[in-house]
Nanobody, 124 residues
Framework: QVQLVESGGGLVQAGGSLRLSCTAS????????MGWFRQPPGKEREFVSALSWNGASTFYADSVKGRFTISRDNAKNAVYLQMNSLNTEDTANYYCAATRGRGIYEAATFYDYWGQGTQVTVSS
């Protein structure tokens, strides 16, 4: 079983940056593909970014492309989401997810494990 814990959320002004972290425990996730999702207030959960098991491939939602960067540190059993040029539409609860698959997965149904989320609020 894999437990995922997100951190790094908070309140930031528009144009600012945050770095989210997702730390895994219970089992190493070095062979797992990872993803970040978010759920804005009153909306459905949506895909943000995905990373293949070896870090060689990444994929981003159009809304964050060029502003967000996903990465992993296998030595720390962790995945990160660097978020730059934040705007109010990025306000959401951000979730980390892991899948035993090796590729890039945009659909939430592919993911086997989920964290509890970390809140990101961007003020104008």
């Amino acid at each position: 079983q894999v437990q995922l814990v997100e951190s790094g959320g908070g309140l930031v002004q528009a144009g600012g940056s945050l770095r989210l972290s997702c730390t895994a425990s219970g089992r190493t996730v070095t062979a797992y593909a990872m993803g970040w999702f978010r759920q804005p207030p009153g909306k459905e959960r949506e895909f943000v970014s995905a990373l293949s098991w070896n870090g060689a491939s990444t994929f981003y939602a159009d809304s964050v492309k060029g502003r967000f960067t996903i990465s992993r540190d296998n030595a720390k059993n962790a995945v990160y989401l660097q978020m730059n040029s934040l705007n109010t539409e990025d306000t959401a609860n951000y979730y980390c997810a892991a899948t035993r698959g090796r590729g890039i997965y945009e659909a939430a149904t592919f993911y086997d494990y989920w964290g509890q989320g970390t809140q990101v609020t961007v003020s104008s």
